[in-house]
């Protein structure tokens, strides 16, 4: 299962580093979950599989309006919300491997943009709308960055490397591509290149896995997954690869999505006894772990619907 095999290990993670709490103080924040001061909350992209297999789902910051997008026999997941939030990229297992598809963010008009024996994966979009990064296993043995059109067009390779990149994300000003990349899963490193795939070079060198990057919207700080102090957590640093730091003490975290202003970070959390991975905000110095939702399903990889956010603001609420 390639599409889960990107990142099914770290789904495994997620749900089995769980930190007992029974002898801890509460992480900040547990025991409430976060609310927004809007009219419309902004809406939240995942994936779940409390259907029985998995599927796309949004749901608004508050926790209201859960929405299932795909019900399919086969497996979608890793949602992306385009920049001016009305479409959303992921990927899908329903013609035979995995492929890259697009849909309005209501779940209509299910598209299909690539086709290809060997399977396509990791899609998300450049700023300006007009491009998308993904994965493919299409040239080789390894995985290696593409870019295409926003209607699947213009497919052209960026990586050429003898180890695998996998995780692409663009940065804010689309000049620059974070990738998870190596040829051990267990060791690889995040690494930064130029948008045409030049200048592709390590930013971490930790004894431990490191993947799953992503910029903050003002591209000073980078985030990602590593293990390196055992169970999976998410980590910072300085856009150049210097000032290391863990966000959050206890539990386990993954998949940090930045909300457009930099005000809060989502992610898939897990800081109770019920192994539960779902839907967690922070602040961006990982203080105040707060639940989106009381899920007794996994959510996975979640993506801020930019369009929704403007003027939002948070608070919390007990459970």
Known sequence: MKSLGSFAPLMATVVLTVVSTACQKPVDGEGQHAVADTKAAPRIAYFSEEGGNADIYTIRLDGTDKRRLTSHPAEDSYPSFSPDGKTLLFESDRSGNFEIFRMHADGSEQIQLTNN??????????PDGRTIVFVSFRDGETSEVY????????????THNDFDDEAPHVSPDGKHIL?????IREKRQIYAMNADGSDHRPLTDIAAYCGYPTWSPDAATITFDSDQEGGLAIFAMDADGTNLRRLGIRGSASFANWAPDGGKILFTGSIDKANRAILHTMEPDGSNWQAVTGATADEIAPSWNPADFSGTTLRTKSR
Do not use: F, K
């Open 117 to 126: 024996e060997a399977d396509d994966l990791s899609a998300s979009w450049a």
């Open 147 to 158: 870019q295409m059109d926003a209607d699947g067009s213009n497919q052209v390779r960026l």
């Open 179 to 183: 990738t998870e990349s190596g040829r």
